[in-house]
């Protein structure tokens, strides 16, 4: 409680609601202007307009958190992506990430989705400058959702004492 965490992608503000709500100094942003919107008025909090391309925090946060939201930057851009996460990070700073489970870019219903599995996110992790310490597999939960699973990473970036 009270470290630092960036929420990249917020949607619509139901984890920085809940990081906030934990002790958690919760800075937010997301692309879209609506889910801004949305973030603002369901969260309190100031959440900013930007894409995941546009971040240029430098050792600010003691977390990161990308929940279901990288999915959707390119995979020719998510490398450059990474690398503005790691430095966004402290040293020792702690980042999650979830990706729909498989291979390849697709687009549904006008949004653009980069799949990954454990094989695919790792080496990408490690290049950042991350020390993936776990990947996972699970089942997609929500209500009404295609039956899909995620991949997750919790990664630690290095270059701290720990």
């Known amino acids: 409680a009270g470290g630092a965490v960036l929420e990249a992608g917020c949607g619509w503000g139901r984890d920085a609601k809940a990081l906030h709500a934990a002790g958690f100094q919760v ?3 997301d692309g879209s202007a609506e889910m801004v919107r949305l973030a603002r008025e369901h969260t309190g909090l100031q959440v ?5 391309q546009e971040m240029a925090w430098e050792g600010a946060f003691d977390g990161v958190w990308a929940c279901a939201s990288l999915l ?3 995979l020719a851009e998510l490398d450059e992506v990474l690398a503005r996460v790691v430095a966004a990070l402290k040293p020792d700073g702690v980042f999650y990430a979830s990706f729909k489970h498989g291979a390849g870019e697709r687009e549904r219903d006008g949004r653009r989705f980069t799949d990954m599995t454990g094989e695919t996110l790792r080496p990408r992790l490690e ?3 991350l020390e993936p310490v776990d990947l996972w597999i699970s089942p997609d939960e929500r209500p009404h959702a ?5 991949v997750s990473a919790l990664s630690i970036r290095g270059g701290g004492l720990g």
């Open 27 to 29: 800075t937010a942003f």
């Open 48 to 52: 900013e307009q930007m894409r995941f």
């Open 72 to 74: 959707h930057v390119p």
């Open 127 to 129: 290049r950042a400058g």
């Open 146 to 150: 295609v039956p899909n699973e995620w």
